[in-house]
């Protein structure tokens, strides 16, 4: 009788995630390459915009950038939308751009990418080539996204935003181990893939006692805070229909402690840098057993290892493991509890609005 094989992780291509994690690497070098040609051009400031989704990943990039960055460093983190009708008193012809579109479609990106071409700004996409965003910035200022076999959360888009981003930093001396961290990181996509092995059966426990729950709570600050707003807003909000509330760790004694309840599930994300302190604050909150209630789960990415990197890049991996756990796996078994297909909408892309 044939042996029924494992399934380690459930929907998951593991060699097509693998291969796309080479694909990211080599992508990231093209990634660095236009950050050369911005820092030999010179700028001065960094705009990074998105909407939604990209808008969420971009957050990651803008914190680590002031982290690192040195005091005369100008980093912006724009709103597409927003900005195509405020526009923004500090872009000039000589400031830089950078935005992302998965589909390659995103109206109010190419809106803003259009304007932006017209007043002079240098802008580059992370993006289809052949779609309009890509077209409207032009081949030699566009990187394709990492293809994606049907596995994986945001974490490649992330390396290759931070490809870019670290590596200005390093043109102007503030981030001298660029390079150190490009080889630490180059198969950092097996260990995410093992990270994603350990965290499964704890992904599935969480969905199906609390997919169902009329309201859940999101807390997580730094580097962690825009994949807390992209799995709770992105995943949970507009592709499973759930009514979330995400709230930094800072802002969390001040309003949304008084809704806790037995009933509504509380996630909270605890990063790796400045902010752990205010995730620990909240840890001993929820494990104080005064809000009456033991529904809360705690995600800590220190819990996992990568071999071989610097305890000075953690900071930086930390959302590529948020992401690969919750925007990954938590969504994976979200969808089956729910059973709402992730890729259906009521209204996004359904029509023009």
């Given at each position: 009788?044939?042996?029924?094989?494992?399934?380690?992780?459930?929907?998951?291509d593991?060699?097509?995630?693998l291969?796309?994690?080479k694909?990211?690497?080599?992508?990231?070098?093209?990634?660095?390459?236009i950050?050369?040609?911005?820092?030999?051009?010179?700028?001065?400031a960094v705009?990074?915009?998105g909407v939604?989704?990209?808008?969420?990943?971009l957050?990651q990039?803008?914190?680590?950038?002031?982290?690192?960055?040195?005091?005369?460093l100008?980093?912006y983190?724009?709103?597409?939308?927003?900005?195509?009708?405020?526009?923004?008193?500090?872009?000039?012809?000589?400031?830089?751009?950078?935005?992302?579109?998965?589909s390659?479609?995103?109206?109010?990106?190419?809106?803003?990418?259009?304007?932006?071409?017209q007043?002079?700004?240098?802008t580059?996409?992370?993006?289809?080539?052949?779609?309009?965003?890509?077209?409207?910035?032009?081949?030699?200022?566009?990187i394709?996204?990492?293809?994606n076999?049907?596995?994986?959360?945001?974490?490649?888009?992330?390396?290759?935003?931070?490809?870019?981003?670290?590596?200005?930093?390093?043109?102007?001396?503030?981030?001298?181990?660029?390079d150190?961290?490009?080889e630490?990181?180059?198969?950092?996509?097996?260990?995410?893939?093992?990270?994603?092995?350990?965290f499964?059966?704890?992904?599935?426990?969480?969905?199906?006692?609390?997919?169902?729950?009329?309201?859940?709570?999101?807390?997580?600050?730094?580097?962690?805070?825009g994949?807390t707003?992209?799995?709770?807003?992105?995943?949970?909000?507009?592709?499973?229909?759930?009514r979330?509330?995400?709230?930094?760790?800072?802002?969390?004694?001040?309003?949304?402690?008084?809704?806790l309840?037995?009933?509504?599930?509380?996630v909270?994300?605890?990063?790796?840098?400045?902010?752990?302190?205010?995730?620990?604050?909240?840890?001993a909150?929820?494990?104080?057993g005064?809000?009456?209630?033991?529904?809360?789960?705690?995600?800590?990415?220190?819990?996992?290892?990568i071999?071989?990197?610097?305890?000075?890049?953690?900071?930086?991996v930390?959302?590529?493991?948020?992401?690969?756990?919750v925007?990954d796996r938590?969504?994976?078994?979200?969808?089956?509890?729910?059973?709402?297909?992730?890729?259906?909408?009521?209204?996004?892309?359904?029509?023009d609005?």
């Amino acid at each position: 009788m044939q042996e029924t094989e494992k399934i380690e992780i459930m929907n998951f291509d593991q060699e097509g995630y693998l291969a796309d994690g080479k694909a990211a690497v080599e992508a990231g070098k093209k990634m660095a390459q236009i950050a050369d040609r911005v820092a030999d051009e010179g700028y001065d400031a960094v705009f990074l915009m998105g909407v939604g989704g990209t808008w969420d990943e971009l957050m990651q990039l803008e914190y680590l950038m002031n982290k690192f960055g040195d005091k005369d460093l100008e980093v912006y983190l724009i709103h597409a939308a927003e900005w195509n009708v405020m526009g923004h008193k500090r872009m000039t012809e000589r400031s830089v751009v950078l935005t992302a579109s998965e589909s390659g479609t995103t109206p109010e990106v190419l809106e803003a990418v259009k304007k932006l071409k017209q007043m002079g700004v240098r802008t580059f996409a992370m993006t289809k080539p052949e779609g309009p965003i890509g077209q409207a910035v032009g081949a030699e200022n566009c990187i394709r996204m990492a293809s994606n076999h049907g596995a994986g959360g945001c974490e490649m888009g992330y390396y290759l935003a931070d490809c870019f981003g670290l590596r200005l930093l390093n043109r102007r001396g503030c981030f001298p181990k660029f390079d150190l961290f490009i080889e630490q990181t180059e198969n950092v996509w097996a260990e995410l893939l093992d990270m994603r092995k350990r965290f499964e059966p704890k992904a599935e426990e969480f969905a199906r006692k609390y997919g169902l729950a009329p309201y859940t709570m999101f807390i997580g600050s730094g580097a962690l805070w825009g994949e807390t707003i992209l799995f709770s807003m992105c995943i949970l909000e507009e592709m499973q229909w759930k009514r979330t509330r995400y709230i930094t760790s800072h802002d969390f004694f001040h309003g949304t402690l008084e809704l806790l309840e037995p009933g509504v599930p509380v996630v909270l994300f605890k990063g790796e840098d400045e902010c752990r302190a205010l995730d620990n604050r909240v840890e001993a909150f929820l494990r104080s057993g005064k809000t009456g209630d033991e529904d809360y789960l705690i995600i800590d990415t220190a819990e996992y290892a990568i071999p071989g990197l610097d305890d000075d890049f953690r900071v930086i991996v930390s959302p590529w493991i948020l992401s690969s756990l919750v925007t990954d796996r938590m969504a994976a078994y979200y969808e089956t509890v729910t059973k709402h297909n992730l890729k259906y909408r009521r209204y996004y892309h359904q029509f023009d609005y």
